[in-house]
């Protein structure tokens, strides 16, 4: 990995920014760490995640861990980088029923326009943390036009 080092964007910022989008209202995400690289979103599992065999939906986590690995991603660059997923592979260990989930994720290899990142979503239940879902995933990142 080629260190980067990280700009002055705050934390305030990132997660405002994110958090105004509906989608991540609608599913109640929450950001809890965009620093250095690293990112960290979590989501409290309910009823509305579910699907009908009481299992939570695999988009839950997935959408969870492609949440934190932008945060990674963003906590190098400044406002304005616009990232994308360009493709992301998951492993479901294990289902999900109840609890908490915490996706933490970390970048692989990051060059100027292509990043790999690696993410682990874990489900907490009465204070154990189990890793139920790993995911690999590569990011396009543009970085924000200069305007003179």
């Known amino acids: 990995m080629v260190p980067r080092e990280p700009t002055n964007i705050s ?5 405002d920014a994110t958090n105004a989008s509906g989608f991540f209202q609608l599913l109640g995400i929450r950001i809890e760490m965009t620093d250095a690289g690293k990112g960290k979103a979590s989501i409290s599992v309910d009823e509305r995640l579910m699907h009908p065999q009481m299992i939570v939906h695999g988009g839950v986590p997935f ?3 492609d949440t934190a690995m932008s945060m990674a991603i963003l906590s ?3 406002l304005g980088t616009r990232i994308s997923t360009i493709e992301a592979k998951i492993n479901y260990l294990l289902p999900i ?3 908490e989930l915490v996706a933490e994720a970390s970048i692989v290899q990051h060059g100027r326009s292509i990043a790999v990142l690696e993410a682990t979503v874990y489900n907490i239940v009465e204070g154990t943390s189990q890793a139920v879902a790993r995911i690999l995933g590569t990011f396009h ?3 924000p036009r200069q305007t003179e």
């Open 76 to 78: 190098l660059h400044p």
């Open 141 to 143: 990142i543009r970085q």
């Open 97 to 99: 029923r109840t609890g």
């Open 63 to 65: 959408t969870l861990a």
């Open 11 to 15: 934390h305030t910022e990132l997660v």
